[in-house]
């Protein structure tokens, strides 16, 4: 224990030292919470939309005016040349032309059916997807507005009609930040730990000072215990600016228990410290220790669920996330804070998580070279 006591004080001495280092771990996690959130948006708006109009009829007006008041579309032209519409999309000013044609009111009245032509720009594939989507749910919209006006009335005055009341569980305004903010903390807590600590001992390397250590009779797994300690409370440290970042700017209040979100931070941040001291036993120098830490870091953010669904991965992609410690972080941490799931719901992540700390800092024990 005293060992231990011994390079804990000679870890903490040497962070606090470097006033810029510790003003970065404690400053620019906070501005990049307070910015990122805002930015990470996957609601699109705003769909800039050349309509070309070849019927000016009074169904035609209400298909147009129900398009424009939806508030996703923006209006660019209104024509009657398709070839004009298209130049909107040559030209990125539009990304959506929406085409009716002649005699649209009285086909649909005297035939029961008529055609809209779309044309969708898909070099921005979310935003033609998300487009296509909402305007064609904005023409059955019409389109069974239109019907209902057909319905006869019953013999009792009333026409038949389907009333759905929608009810959004867990985030009941579907705010995207309350969604983005736990996810977004979980990928910062993961970085400021995972560079770190696969800094730390490459720079004991570099000015030499790991000579001296290995020639001491400190154990191997105190040393990496020593090492490991400090960047976990940095990382408690972190979340806990992140989780007041979050309700004092966002208002997001975790509805299920702090202690379990700590309980499993703790957890998971063994995990990651020993991923970043088994990349610091490998490396010589601070620049390969870094690169191999992005390399691991950008395939850890990518696939952890945080921009993309797991669920929408291909079945290779879906395994390969099995092996990302990041998804299951940010999968407990919107369980925990969005849907309040208690400890036996979280289970299966920390039995997850527990064999990843085991297996890495194992790793890191066992690779660390000491010279006596």
Known sequence: ???????????????????????????????????????????????????????????????????????????????????DALQYIET???????????????NLVRENIQTLFIAVNAINGVKAN?????????????????????????????????????????????NYQLFMVPGILAILVTMIGGYL??????????????????????????????????FWVLGMVVFTLGLTVGWVIYDVTP????GLLYFFLALYLLAVL???LLISTYTETQQQAMFIAFFFMMIFILMSGLFTSVDSMPSWA??????????????????????????????????AVFLFAVFFNAWAVFNYKKTS
Do not use: C
């Open 197 to 230: 600590s696969a800094l730390n001992i490459v720079k004991e390397k570099e000015v030499g000072t790991i000579e001296q250590i290995n020639v001491t009779p400190i154990k191997k797994h105190h040393f990496i215990i020593g090492k490991l300690i400090p």
């Open 255 to 258: 509805v299920g228990s702090l």
């Open 274 to 276: 020993g991923l970043g």
């Open 92 to 106: 990125d000013k539009a990304d959506l032309v929406l085409e009716i044609p002649r005699n649209f009111e009285k």
């Open 318 to 351: 879906k395994m390969i996330s099995r092996l990302n410690p990041v998804s299951y972080f940010i999968e407990v941490m919107r369980m925990v804070v969005l849907k309040g799931s208690g400890f036996s719901d979280i289970v299966p992540q920390l039995g």
């Open 130 to 174: 998300l487009g296509g989507a909402y305007l064609n749910n904005i023409i059955r919209d019409f389109n069974q507005e239109i019907r209902m006006k057909w319905v006869q009335p019953s013999r009792s005055g009333q026409s038949p009609a389907i009333s759905i009341v929608p009810a959004n569980w867990y985030n009941v305004y579907m």
């Open 1 to 83: 224990m005293r060992t231990i006591r011994f390079l804990l004080e000679k870890e903490f001495r040497q962070i606090f030292r470097n006033k810029t280092l510790v003003a970065m771990i404690l400053f620019v996690p906070v501005v990049q919470l307070l910015i990122l959130p805002l930015a990470a948006n996957y609601e699109v708006k705003n769909i800039n939309i050349a309509i070309v109009n070849h019927d000016n009829s009074s169904y035609a007006q209400e298909l147009i005016t129900k398009i424009t008041a939806s508030g996703y579309f923006r209006l660019v032209d209104l024509n009657t040349s398709f070839d």
